[in-house]
Nanobody, 114 residues
């Protein structure tokens, strides 16, 4: 059974940092490409960052240089370090495989506001 549990979100001021975690099970974590996605109010879900099983990463232009995706295959856990946060980063953040995606988890809310 697929289970994706995101955590680490919260309220932070612009310029602040957060670290998101995603505990994955039932998806063969160690051999699949994983990604962080986000959905802001009134907008479609978008890809934020991806990481292949071997560690190769990609980032959306809007987060390059500010966010870092990483993974611990021994712990079946995906991470997203978010620095220099902006108000436009406010969204619900989700983790999932990279195409095709699997069942979505609950996500974790990130709110960037002064």
């Amino acid at each position: 059974q697929v289970q994706l549990v995101e955590s680490g979100g919260g309220l932070v001021q612009p310029g602040g940092s957060l670290r998101l975690s995603c505990a994955a099970s039932g998806i063969g974590f160690r051999i699949v490409s994983m990604g962080w996605y986000r959905q802001a109010p009134g907008k479609q879900r978008e890809v934020v960052a991806t990481i292949r099983a071997v560690g190769t990463t990609t980032y959306a232009d809007s987060v390059k240089g500010r966010f870092t995706i990483s993974r611990n295959n021994a712990k079946n856990t995906l991470y997203l370090q978010m620095n220099s946060l902006k108000t436009e980063d406010t969204a619900v953040y989700y983790c999932n495989k990279v195409s095709p995606v699997d069942t979505w988890g609950q996500g974790t809310q990130v709110t960037v506001s002064s």
